[in-house]
């Protein structure tokens, strides 16, 4: 192609990509509980937005915080994806193990959060109550 017709654009990044996996639109139920000692036997009620292999945003109604670790049980047979979600991250009780990086508080005074999956790669379950069933 001749250089005259060639055509530059200015587009600017702002940064890479920053996620290492393509995230699917999946509206669906979702059950978790934040392990915690004093909330492991709350299973509260949620749904999830999209999901990838690394992670999911979910909308829920109860207020959690960064860092926390959650229990969250979806229906990952939907998704074809789940077979390389379930060869890293650390599943227990048919729900996967996660923690939340992020939390938006949206008008309809919903949460939408952010959970990374823990993998099984992670050494440390200091967190994560009971955490003697994910030292085995």
């Known amino acids: 192609m001749p250089k005259e017709n060639i055509q530059e654009t200015n587009i ?8 290492q996996f393509v ?3 999946y509206a669906a139920p979702l059950a978790y509980k934040v392990c915690k000692k004093e909330t492991i036997s709350n299973i509260l009620q949620g749904y999830t937005v999209n999901v990838s292999q ?8 109860d207020k ?6 959650l229990w969250v049980s979806f229906d990952r047979n939907a998704l074809n ?8 991250a ?5 729900g996967i193990i ?6 938006e508080h949206n008008r309809d005074k919903d949460y939408e959060i952010g959970i990374r999956f823990i993998t099984k790669e992670e050494k440390n379950f ?3 109550y009971p955490k003697v069933h994910f030292l085995i």
């Open 12 to 19: 600017e990044f702002s940064g890479p990509e920053r996620r």
């Open 23 to 25: 995230r699917l639109d």
């Open 54 to 61: 690394s992670g999911a945003l979910c909308k829920i109604k």
């Open 64 to 69: 959690v915080r960064k860092n926390d670790i």
């Open 81 to 88: 994806i789940c077979k390389d979600m379930e060869k890293n």
């Open 90 to 94: 650390v599943i227990y009780q048919n």
């Open 98 to 103: 996660g923690k939340v990086v992020r939390i």
């Open 126 to 128: 200091n967190n994560i």
